[in-house]
C-alpha cells in the first residue's frame, strides 16, 4: 500500500513539476515536508520537557506551599533562579507544574482521539456504503451525539462524580470524538460513490470491502489525518476547558487546573501573566504542533496538495 | 433526483426531536450511573467544603423529593422527560423562586446573539482563506503569508479569550474586562443599550471568529485541491473563462458544500467553547449560568442550561440539514 502510493505520487508530482517547468530532486523524500517536522519538533519538545525534565528538576515543587509565593520568572525583576518560570498565590513553582501536567494532557488527547477515530472510520464506511437500515442506526446515533454540545454533557457528568481520574475522562471524552469523524466519512463515501471510478468499479463487481479500501480511502485519506490530529488537540481542549472550569482530576496539578486557579485567583487583572501564560503556552505549543502534523501530513498523503503548494 | 423532499423534511423534523431525546436520555442516566446520587454527592461536597453541615438528613430528604429522587428510576425518568416537554426545568436550587426557564430566558438571547454573530464571521473568513491557499492561482506572496495566519488560529477559544483580556481589557484598556453591557445603561431597545452591548461583545467574539476560523480554512484548503482536478474545472480553463469566475463560481462553490456538514457538526463544540468565552468575560449568557450553577452546586441549573444547549444546537442542524440538499444536488437521499 505504501509503496505504491509513494509510487503515484512521484509520478503524479513528476507530472505537474514537469508541467511547471520546475526541477524535481529525486532524493527528496516526502517525510521532509516542512511542515510535518516543525510540527514533530514543536511536540518533540514537550515529550522529552516531560520525559527529561523530573530527571533534571525537582518536581516536587509542584506541591501546594513548596515555594515562595507570587515569585515571577527569573529574568524580570524579584525573580529567582530557582523558579525559573515564577511561582504562583498557592507556593507552586510553575515550571514543576508545566512539566508534570504537559504529559497528562496528551495522555488524555491521544487515549480520546485514538479510540474516537477508529470506531469513526469503520462506522462512517459502513453506513456511507452499505446505506439502508445500517446508514440508518449509525447516523441516528451519530446525529443524536454530534450535535450533543460535549463540553456541556461533560459538566453535567463532572458535577454529579466526585473524583475524576484521568483515564476516565478519556474514555468520557471518547464517547463524544467517534460520531464526528462518522459523519464526515461517511459524507465522504456517499459523496465518492456517485463520482465515476466508483460507479465503474461497482458495476464490474469488486467487492464492497475493495472498493472502500482501494477505491475510497486513498481518496480520504489526507482528510482522515487532518482530522486523526483534529481530534488529538479536541480532546486535550475539552479536557483543559472541564479543568479551566473547575471539574476535573484535582489530585494532580494538570495545566487546565492551573489556569483554573489563575482565574479564580484574578491573576489576569493582577498582572500575573506567567501563572496563567506558561500553561497556555504549553498547550499551545501542542495545539500548533498538531496542527502542523495534519497540514503537513496532508500534504505528504496528497500528492496534489503539494502540486498545488509552491514549495 | 436530490431536492427537498416531504419525506425528508419529515425524516429530518423526527431525528430532532430524537436527537434530543437521546440528548436528554444521557444527561438523565449517566449522572445515575455514577456511585452515590447527585445529593449524597452533594452534601458530601458541601461537606468538603465547608466542614460541617447541619440538618444533612433533613437536607437531603427534602433535595430527593425536589429531584423526584423517591421513586423508582423509571418513575423518575417517564415524570423528566413529560416535564422537559413542557419545557418545565424545575426551580433553580439556589435562587429559589426563580425557576431554571426565566434564568434562561434571560441568558440565552446573549449567547444566541454573540455565537451568532461570531460563527457566521468566522464560517466566511476562514472558508475564504482555505479556499485560495487551495487554489493553484493564489499569488505566492498571499500563499507565503495566510498559513501564518492559521497557525495562530490553532489557539483554543479560552486561551486566545484571556489573552485577550489581558491586552487589551488589562493592559491597553481599549475594551471591558467583564459583562455584557455597561453599567447604567438600562437594557432595552435604546441606542445606549445597543451600542454597549456591542463594545462588550467585541472581545468574545473576536476570541471566537480569530480560532475557529482556522478550522474551516484547514477544511476547505484540502477541499479545493480535490476539486482543483475535477474535469468541470479544466472543462472551465478550457472555455478561456476569467480566473475569478472559475474560482468562485466553479471551485469555491463546489468545494464549500461539506463545509456546511463540518459546520453542523461544529456547532456542538463552538457552543462548548463559547461556555468558556463567556465564562471568562463574565458575559450573562448561557456559558456564565453554567458557570455559576457548577459554583453553586445547583444541579437543576445545570442540567437545564445543559438540555437547553443540546435543543438549540439541535434546532440549528435541523436548519442546516434542511437547506444542505437544496445546495448539493450530488447527494441523494432517495433509497436505492
Redesign the interface.
Known amino acids: 500500500m505504501a509503496t505504491s502510493t509513494s509510487a503515484q505520487t512521484g509520478n503524479i508530482d513528476n507530472l505537474s513539476t514537469a508541467s511547471k517547468g520546475l526541477s524535481l530532486n529525486r532524493f527528496d523524500s516526502p517525510w521532509l515536508n516542512p511542515k510535518f517536522v516543525a510540527g514533530c519538533i514543536l511536540l518533540l519538545i514537550v515529550l522529552l520537557m516531560s520525559l527529561l525534565g523530573p530527571l533534571v528538576y525537582d518536581t516536587t515543587k509542584a506541591r501546594v506551599a513548596s515555594s515562595p509565593l507570587n515569585l515571577p520568572p527569573m529574568w524580570m525583576e524579584g525573580g529567582s533562579p530557582a523558579h525559573p518560570f515564577g511561582t504562583e498565590s498557592n507556593g507552586r513553582d510553575m515550571l514543576a507544574v508545566i512539566i508534570t501536567g504537559a504529559p497528562r494532557s496528551l495522555q488524555v488527547g491521544i487515549i480520546a482521539a485514538v479510540i474516537g477515530m477508529s470506531v469513526g472510520v469503520v462506522l462512517g464506511s459502513l453506513a456511507g456504503y452499505m446505506g439502508g437500515w445500517v446508514d440508518g442506526v449509525i447516523r441516528t446515533l451519530s446525529d443524536a451525539i454530534i450535535t450533543i454540545p460535549a463540553l456541556a454533557v461533560l459538566i453535567v457528568i463532572a458535577a454529579y462524580v466526585k473524583n475524576f481520574e484521568l483515564n476516565t475522562m478519556a474514555f468520557i471524552l471518547a464517547l463524544f470524538a467517534w460520531p464526528a469523524p462518522t459523519r464526515l466519512v461517511r459524507a465522504q463515501v456517499l459523496s465518492l460513490r456517485e463520482r465515476g471510478y466508483v460507479r465503474m468499479a461497482r458495476l464490474s463487481g469488486v467487492p464492497p470491502l475493495e472498493i472502500m479500501l482501494k477505491e475510497m480511502a486513498p481518496n480520504m485519506l489526507p482528510w482522515l489525518a487532518a482530522s486523526l490530529s483534529g481530534n488529538i488537540s479536541g480532546a486535550i481542549l475539552a479536557s483543559a476547558s472541564l479543568e479551566a472550569l473547575g471539574l476535573g482530576p484535582t489530585r494532580i496539578p494538570t495545566l487546565g487546573m492551573t489556569i483554573y486557579y489563575a482565574i479564580k485567583a484574578a491573576a489576569i487583572i493582577r498582572g500575573m501573566w506567567w501563572w496563567w501564560g506558561f500553561p497556555i503556552l504549553t498547550l499551545v505549543i501542542i495545539f500548533v504542533g498538531l496542527f502542523l502534523v495534519a497540514t503537513g501530513l496532508d500534504e505528504i498523503a496528497n500528492p496534489r496538495l503539494r502540486g498545488a503548494s509552491s514549495s | 433526483m436530490g431536492g427537498l423532499t416531504k419525506g425528508y423534511v419529515l425524516r429530518r423534523v423526527l431525528?430532532f426531536f430524537?436527537?434530543v431525546?437521546?440528548?436528554s436520555t444521557?444527561?438523565f442516566f449517566?449522572?445515575r450511573l455514577?456511585p452515590?446520587d447527585?445529593v449524597s454527592?452533594m452534601i458530601?461536597?458541601m461537606m468538603a467544603q465547608s466542614g460541617y453541615v447541619e440538618n444533612s438528613a433533613e437536607i437531603i430528604a427534602a433535595w430527593r423529593l425536589r429531584f423526584g429522587l423517591d421513586g423508582p428510576l423509571w418513575e423518575q425518568y417517564l415524570k423528566y422527560l413529560g416535564n422537559l416537554l413542557t419545557l418545565d426545568l424545575g426551580y433553580s436550587l439556589t435562587n429559589f423562586p426563580v425557576t431554571v426557564m426565566d434564568l434562561i430566558r434571560r441568558g440565552l438571547p446573549w449567547t444566541l446573539f454573540l455565537l451568532s454573530i461570531a460563527t457566521i464571521l468566522a464560517f466566511i473568513f476562514g472558508n475564504t482563506i482555505g479556499a485560495m491557499l487551495?487554489?493553484?492561482r493564489t499569488p505566492?506572496a498571499m500563499?507565503a503569508v495566510l498559513?501564518f495566519t492559521?497557525?495562530f488560529t490553532?489557539?483554543?477559544f479560552?486561551?486566545l479569550a484571556?489573552?485577550l483580556?489581558?491586552v487589551f481589557a488589562?493592559g491597553l484598556k481599549w475594551f471591558p474586562?467583564s459583562g455584557g453591557y455597561g453599567r447604567g445603561v438600562t437594557m432595552g431597545l435604546n441606542w445606549e443599550f445597543i451600542k454597549s452591548a456591542l463594545y462588550h461583545a467585541i472581545l468574545p467574539a473576536l476570541a471566537i471568529v480569530i480560532t475557529s476560523m482556522?478550522?474551516w480554512a484547514?477544511?476547505m484548503r484540502?477541499m479545493m485541491?480535490?476539486v482543483?482536478?475535477e474535469d468541470f474545472l479544466i472543462l472551465a480553463q478550457a472555455k478561456g473563462l476569467k480566473p475569478a469566475r472559475i474560482f468562485w463560481r466553479y471551485a469555491v462553490r463546489n468545494a464549500l458544500l461539506?463545509q456546511f456538514?463540518?459546520l453542523?457538526?461544529?456547532?456542538?463544540?463552538i457552543?462548548?467553547?463559547s461556555?468558556?468565552v463567556e465564562?471568562?468575560f463574565a458575559y450573562p449568557g448561557m456559558g456564565y449560568l453554567?458557570?455559576q450553577?457548577?459554583?453553586n452546586?445547583d444541579?437543576t441549573l445545570?442540567?437545564g442550561?445543559?438540555f437547553i444547549?443540546?435543543t438549540t444546537?439541535?434546532l440549528a442542524?435541523l436548519l442546516i440539514d434542511l437547506v444542505y440538499p437544496l445546495l448539493d444536488p450530488?447527494?441523494?437521499y432517495q433509497?436505492?
Not at chain 2, 453542523?264 to 463544540?269: E, I, R, Y
Open positions: 431525528m430524537l436527537t431525546f437521546i440528548g444521557i444527561i449517566i449522572p455514577a452515590g447527585p454527592s458530601s461536597r487551495g487554489w493553484r505566492k500563499k498559513p492559521l497557525t490553532s489557539i483554543p479560552f486561551m484571556i489573552l483580556i489581558y488589562f474586562v482556522g478550522g484547514l477544511g484540502g485541491i480535490s482543483d482536478s461539506p456538514t463540518a453542523a457538526l461544529t456547532l456542538g463544540s457552543v462548548g467553547g461556555t468558556l465564562y471568562l453554567f458557570y450553577g457548577i459554583v452546586q444541579y445545570i442540567q442550561v445543559s444547549l443540546i444546537t439541535a442542524v450530488r447527494i441523494t433509497k436505492r
